[in-house]
C-alpha cells in the first residue's frame, strides 16, 4: 500500500509538472500569434475602473488633500504576472499529506523505515509551506497590480 501511494504521488506530479509546462508553453505560443496584441488590448481596456464624475473629485479635492497612489515595483508586477506558486504549493501539500499517511503507516510495521524517507517527507512540508507562503504573496501582488 505504501509503495502504491509514494509511485502514484510521484507519478501525479510529474504528470501535473509535464500539463503545467504544456499549459505555459501553450500560452506563451498564443501570445506570440499575430492577433494576440488585440485581445491583450481589449482585455486592457475591460479591466479599467470607471473615473468618479468632476463634481464628485473638485469637492473631494477641497475637503481633503488625497495622495496618489505609488506604482507598484517591478518586483511586485514580476511577481503578479508569475502564477504557478498556487498549482504546485497545493500539489506539494496533497503530496505531503500522502507521505505523512504512509509515514504514520510504516510506524505499524515490523520493518524499519528507511531514515531517509522521514527527511524527504518532513522537506516536502517545508517545500509545501514556501509554495504556499508564496502564493500568498502571488496573489497579493495581483491584487497589488490590479489596483493600478
Same mark, same amino acid.
Given at each position: 500500500?505504501?509503495?502504491?501511494?509514494?509511485?502514484?504521488?510521484?507519478?501525479?506530479?510529474?504528470?501535473?509538472?509535464?500539463?503545467?509546462?504544456?499549459?505555459?508553453?501553450?500560452?506563451?505560443?498564443?501570445?506570440?500569434?499575430?492577433?494576440?496584441?488585440?485581445?491583450?488590448?481589449?482585455?486592457?481596456?475591460?479591466?479599467? &475602473?470607471?473615473?468618479?464624475?468632476?463634481?464628485?473629485?473638485?469637492?473631494?479635492?477641497?475637503?481633503?488633500?488625497?495622495?496618489?497612489?505609488?506604482? &507598484?515595483?517591478?518586483?511586485?508586477?514580476?511577481?503578479?504576472?508569475?502564477?504557478?506558486?498556487?498549482?504546485?504549493?497545493?500539489?506539494?501539500?496533497?503530496?505531503?499529506?500522502?507521505?505523512?499517511?504512509?509515514?504514520?503507516?510504516?510506524?505499524?510495521? &515490523?520493518?524499519?523505515? &528507511?531514515?531517509?524517507?522521514?527527511?524527504?517527507?518532513?522537506?516536502?512540508?517545508?517545500?509545501?509551506?514556501?509554495?504556499?507562503?508564496?502564493?500568498?504573496?502571488?496573489?497579493?501582488?495581483?491584487?497589488?497590480?490590479?489596483?493600478?
Amino acid at each position: 500500500m505504501a509503495y502504491l501511494l509514494v509511485m502514484g504521488g510521484l507519478a501525479l506530479s510529474v504528470f501535473f509538472t509535464l500539463g503545467w509546462g504544456l499549459i505555459c508553453a501553450t500560452r506563451w505560443l498564443a501570445g506570440r500569434l499575430p492577433g494576440a496584441s488585440r485581445q491583450s488590448a481589449r482585455r486592457s481596456t475591460r479591466r479599467t &475602473p470607471a473615473r468618479p464624475k468632476a463634481a464628485t473629485r473638485s469637492r473631494t479635492r477641497q475637503t481633503t488633500p488625497a495622495k496618489a497612489p505609488s506604482e &507598484p515595483w517591478r518586483l511586485t508586477c514580476w511577481l503578479a504576472r508569475w502564477r504557478s506558486p498556487l498549482p504546485l504549493g497545493l500539489l506539494a501539500l496533497l503530496l505531503y499529506g500522502g507521505g505523512r499517511l504512509v509515514d504514520y503507516g510504516m510506524t505499524y510495521r &515490523p520493518q524499519a523505515a &528507511p531514515g531517509e524517507f522521514h527527511g524527504l517527507v518532513s522537506s516536502l512540508g517545508w517545500a509545501a509551506a514556501a509554495l504556499l507562503i508564496l502564493a500568498g504573496m502571488n496573489l497579493l501582488a495581483l491584487w497589488r497590480c490590479r489596483r493600478q
